[in-house]
């Protein structure tokens, strides 16, 4: 099994300046390596760190020590000391990551939402908008929303743009976090589906499955945020 990620003795702690400097240490020595074809659950109680770990890995937050090495476009890259613009191409080529909460830009459609990393990666519009149709389709978002902004879609409709918009593109590492809360059963087990045929692919997922049945069904492996490691 080829490695995607791996990620070595990260630290993260929060200084929670409106408790007067208070310390939370989240991440503790955490250790993690990924391969491809693996889906990864993080698995523990809420508030352990699971969210903060996928934000880590996605270079959304630094931790204090440690590396996260991400095999990008034939090289070994460590997020943590990249610049700005390597982390940009990290996202664009190699990892997506579907947070809980979907943000996008107000006023344009939904299927172009979805259409955008095709195109940013030179696919024309038109095949871009075909692909993302047949993926809309699938997720069951009406026809009559693809031109709506999704900024009023339901929680549930947001959610499935999120994950149309990573699961357009076959990024080698996928970050999942809780991509099914918000669904009902039928999207739940498209959603499960879509998931399974990029693992399939040899796509590398770290995820938070709140459903336990959706866990099972998609991990194979859980993995807890609060073990320290010795690696
Ligand atoms: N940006 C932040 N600033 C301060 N505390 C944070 C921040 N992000 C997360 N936390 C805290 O870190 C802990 C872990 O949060 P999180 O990773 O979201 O947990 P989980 O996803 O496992 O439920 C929580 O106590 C949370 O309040
Ligand atoms: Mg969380």
């Not at 007067?20 to 523990?44: F, I, Q």
């Not at 664009?92 to 990666?121: H, M």
């Not at 996928?174 to 669904?183: N, R, Y």
């Amino acid at each position: 099994m080829e490695t995607r990620l791996q990620a070595e003795d990260i630290q993260k702690t929060f200084i929670l300046y409106l408790q007067g400097g208070k310390k939370l240490n989240v991440l503790k020595r955490v250790y993690l390596t990924l391969g491809a074809g693996e889906c990864v659950a993080l698995t523990g109680p809420s508030g352990i760190g699971k969210s903060t770990f996928l934000r880590v890995l996605y270079a959304n937050y630094k931790p204090d020590s440690g590396r996260v090495l991400v095999f990008h476009r034939g090289q070994w890259i460590n997020t943590v000391e990249a610049d700005p613009y390597h982390i940009l191409d990290v996202r664009r080529y190699t990892i997506g990551y579907v947070s809980q909460f979907l943000r996008v830009i107000p006023r344009v459609p939904a299927l172009d939402i979805v259409a955008e990393p095709l195109q940013r990666l030179g696919l024309s519009p038109d095949e871009s908008r075909l692909q993302a149709q047949d993926l809309l389709r699938r997720l069951n978002i009406p026809e009559s929303l693809w031109e709506v902004s999704p900024t009023t879609f339901s929680g549930g409709e947001q959610q499935r743009i999120n994950l149309a918009r990573s699961l357009i593109y076959p990024y080698s590492i996928l970050l999942l976090d809780e991509p099914t809360a918000s669904l009902d059963e039928k999207n739940r087990a498209v959603v499960i589906q879509l998931i399974r045929e990029a693992v399939a692919r040899g796509t590398a997922i770290v995820g938070v499955f709140h459903d336990r049945e959706v866990r099972e069904t998609l991990a194979t492996r859980e993995f807890d945020v609060s073990t320290e490691g010795t690696e």
